[in-house]
Antibody
Framework: QVQLQESGPGLVKPSETLSLTCTVS????????WNWIRQPPGKGLEWIGY???????NYNPSLKSRVTMSLDTSGNQFSLKLSSVTAADTAVYYC??????????????WGQGTLVTVSS | SYELTQPPSVSVSPGQTASIACSGD??????ACWYQQKPGQSPVLVIY???KRPSGIPERFSGSNSGNTATLTISGTQAMDEADYYC???????????FGGGTKLTVL
């Protein structure tokens, strides 16, 4: 059974870097694409980006200048770093598995989400 | 950038059919999928590749996609279906994932 679990600080100061890790079980991260998605309180879903085991990445253009994703194949984990955060980055952050089939993609497994608050 | 538009809210009586639309330029040329999200929970995939249901999703959930509009239909809506629903597509030209703004389904 595929499971994803986010971990990381729940509070980050403005201008600092948000760092989260997603630990995957039940499947190797050497397969599939792995994504980060966020949801500000009371608002909709926003795709942040994905990473593939080859190292290929693709980021939302609105966040691209501040986002870095990486993989740890030995730990079956992938990570997100978002720099220079502001209050607008306060959100529940989800990691999700991406089932890509050339002409489309969808997210079939999601983590439980972790709330990250940006505040001094 | 590509955009998907959903109505903010839809209301339906129990046992009736609910339809939630998602519009985007030539959306019918792309694959659309739908997620259900209940308060405090992660989104759950209910429809993918326009019309397919993942294992465990009730048959009352169905989807279609043609022209500029994808539609999620819930037949015989139950109280447990009350949730936020999000459409999502993959814009291969950019190539980026796009979500609709979400629709709150109220069963009353």
């Amino acid at each position: 059974q595929v499971q994803l679990q986010e971990s990381g600080p729940g509070l980050v100061k403005p201008s600092e870097t948000l760092s989260l890790t997603c630990t995957v079980s039940g499947v190797s991260i050497r397969s599939y694409y792995w994504n980060w998605i966020r949801q500000p309180p009371g608002k909709g879903l926003e795709w942040i980006g994905y990473i593939y085991y080859s190292g290929d990445t693709n980021y939302n253009p609105s966040l691209k200048s501040r986002v870095t994703m990486s993989l740890d194949t030995s730990g079956n984990q992938f990570s997100l770093k978002l720099s220079s955060v502001t209050a607008a980055d306060t959100a529940v952050y989800y990691c999700a598995r991406d089932d890509y089939y050339g002409s489309g993609r969808h997210f079939d497994f999601w983590g439980q989400g972790t709330l990250v608050t940006v505040s001094s | 950038s590509y955009e998907l538009t959903q109505p903010p809210s839809v209301s339906v009586s129990p046992g009736q059919t609910a339809s939630i639309a998602c519009s985007g330029d030539k959306l019918g040329d792309k694959y659309a999928c739908w997620y259900q999200q209940k308060p405090g929970q992660s989104p759950v995939l209910v429809i993918y590749q326009d019309t397919k249901r993942p294992s465990g999703i009730p048959e009352r959930f169905s989807g279609s996609n043609s022209g500029n509009t994808a539609t999620l239909t819930i037949s015989g809506t139950q109280a447990m279906d009350e949730a936020d629903y999000y459409c999502q597509a993959w814009d291969s030209s950019t190539p980026h994932v796009v979500f609709g703004g979400g629709t709150k389904l109220t069963v009353l």
